[in-house]
């Protein structure tokens, strides 16, 4: 069963940074892609980021991020973690991890498996 732990979530100022954390469990976590999604209130589920499988470890990024975050893994850990530059209000949304074979899809949430609970980001002054 695929489970994932979000964390690092919180209140930031516009042009501030946070990192967060997705601890995972459940599948083979060298061999998935991880991507990173987010969830206003009254939108849709969008993607954020993606990084593929261990061996090619590509990473892909919205068009609104815009250089502004970097995702990365850590097999070790079995933890992928989203670093959030220049935050700003727009960013405010709950982020979710999810996960699908080798490799991303980042404008297909409904390609991925979803499996916890989101962590809140709330860009605000």
């Known amino acids: 069963q695929v489970e994932f732990v979000e964390s690092g979530g919180g209140l930031v100022q516009p042009g501030g940074s946070l990192r967060l954390s997705c601890a995972a469990s459940?599948?083979?976590?060298?061999?998935?892609?991880v991507g990173w999604f987010r969830q206003a209130p009254g939108r849709e589920r969008e993607g954020v980021s993606c990084i593929t499988n261990t061996r090619d470890n590509n990473s892909y990024y919205g068009n609104f991020v815009r250089g502004r975050f970097t995702i990365s893994r850590d097999s070790a850990k079995n933890t992928v973690y989203l670093q959030m530059n220049s935050l700003k209000p727009e960013d405010t949304a709950v982020y979710y991890c999810a996960t699908r074979p080798m490799y991303c899809m980042i404008n297909r949430p409904s390609a991925y498996t979803f499996g916890g609970q989101g962590t809140q980001v709330t860009v605000s002054s």
């Open positions: 459940g599948f083979p976590f060298d061999n998935y892609a």
